[in-house]
Nanobody, 112 residues
Framework: QVQFVESGGGFVQPGGSLRLSCAAS????????MNWYRQAPRKEREWVAT????????TYADSVKGRFTISRDDAKNTVNLQMNSLNPEDTAKYYC?????WGQGTQVTVSA
């Protein structure tokens, strides 16, 4: 069945970096756009970034543009999110997914 497993979250100080990874299985990964979302406590889930099939086009929420980079490795069925210049507003649980399905998420906490 379709499965997404996120990893790479953790605790980081403001200005720091983290790299999230998501391993996907159960479908033809290379054919689908992949997305990252995040959800902070007491807030709705927020779209973060998308990468199209083949990786030709990437799009980002204004709140992360210039700081986050989404990439994919179709040989490994993985999608990554490189996050730089993190700030406390980036604290959230981060999820990857496609076609309405998501993983369990990985927690990112940015704090001094």
């Amino acid at each position: 069945q379709v499965q997404f497993v996120e990893s790479g979250g953790g605790f980081v100080q403001p200005g720091g970096s983290l790299r999230l990874s998501c391993a996907a299985s159960g479908f033809t990964f290379s054919m689908y756009s992949m997305n990252w979302y995040r959800q902070a406590p007491r807030k709705e889930r927020e779209w973060v970034a998308t990468i199209t099939s083949g990786g030709r086009i990437t799009t980002y929420a204004d709140s992360v543009k210039g700081r986050f980079t989404i990439s994919r490795d179709d040989a490994k069925n993985t999608v990554n999110l490189q996050m730089n210049s993190l700030n406390p507003e980036d604290t959230a649980k981060y999820y990857c997914g496609a076609f309405g399905s998501w993983g369990q998420g990985t927690q990112v906490t940015v704090s001094a």
